[in-house]
């Protein structure tokens, strides 16, 4: 008898929740077809691919003095040892000994000046990610107003991000709204 009992309570209960279920409004948008339609978007877009290709430049630049430096690095040892190899066992001489000692010099000039590439090309997508961020927080601010204006139009109790949703009927979508109010004052 007392699990009929709870039975007939959680039975009652789903049956009470039904109707606020029913009355459950919902609104989707596709967040980053936002971001890319506004005008706002595209400003933001531009800024940061103008930024990102400094930085590329900057860094391709300096990647390619690495490897022009690395080839000339990679003669002159060869350079040596053939030097070395020609003196048949025989004690190197001055010029030689200071030639290898130079060599040593640039070479840790040189590891050390990789490193530091391999820092700044980390410290690049930091300050990118950083640059990112900035620039589009107005624009998700922006968005969010938007968007919850919309939803007090409509009633909507619940608005999702479009690509979190499995599926979501073209009913629902107020992305052209919402790209439509980002870009009216």
């Given at each position: 008898m007392k699990s009929r009992c709870v039975s007939f309570l959680a039975c009652l209960s789903v049956l009470i929740a039904v109707p606020a279920f029913a009355e459950l409004k919902v609104g989707v948008v596709d967040m980053q077809a936002v971001l890319k339609g506004t005008t706002a978007g595209k400003a933001a877009a531009k800024?940061?691919?103008?930024?990102?290709?400094?930085?590329?430049?900057?860094?391709?630049?300096?990647?390619?003095?690495?490897?022009?430096?690395?080839?000339?690095?990679?003669?002159?040892?060869?350079?040596?040892?053939?030097?070395?190899?020609e003196l048949q066992g025989k004690p190197p001489g001055d010029e030689l000994k200071q030639r290898a000692a130079a060599l040593e010099a640039e070479a840790k000039k040189f590891d050390q000046d990789s490193m530091d590439f391999e820092m700044a090309k980390q410290k690049a997508v930091e300050e990118l990610g950083h640059k990112e961020a900035e620039l589009l927080k107005p624009i998700e601010t922006l968005m969010k107003t938007k968007i919850d204006a919309i939803a007090k139009e409509r009633a909507l109790s619940l608005v999702l991000n479009k690509q979190v949703a499995v599926f979501a009927a073209d009913t629902l979508d107020i992305t052209a709204e919402v790209i439509k109010r980002c870009d009216t004052p």
């Amino acid at each position: 008898m007392k699990s009929r009992c709870v039975s007939f309570l959680a039975c009652l209960s789903v049956l009470i929740a039904v109707p606020a279920f029913a009355e459950l409004k919902v609104g989707v948008v596709d967040m980053q077809a936002v971001l890319k339609g506004t005008t706002a978007g595209k400003a933001a877009a531009k800024k940061f691919e103008d930024v990102r290709d400094r930085k590329k430049a900057s860094l391709e630049k300096q990647g390619k003095d690495l490897q022009k430096r690395e080839k000339a690095l990679v003669e002159k040892r060869n350079e040596i040892m053939q030097k070395i190899q020609e003196l048949q066992g025989k004690p190197p001489g001055d010029e030689l000994k200071q030639r290898a000692a130079a060599l040593e010099a640039e070479a840790k000039k040189f590891d050390q000046d990789s490193m530091d590439f391999e820092m700044a090309k980390q410290k690049a997508v930091e300050e990118l990610g950083h640059k990112e961020a900035e620039l589009l927080k107005p624009i998700e601010t922006l968005m969010k107003t938007k968007i919850d204006a919309i939803a007090k139009e409509r009633a909507l109790s619940l608005v999702l991000n479009k690509q979190v949703a499995v599926f979501a009927a073209d009913t629902l979508d107020i992305t052209a709204e919402v790209i439509k109010r980002c870009d009216t004052p």
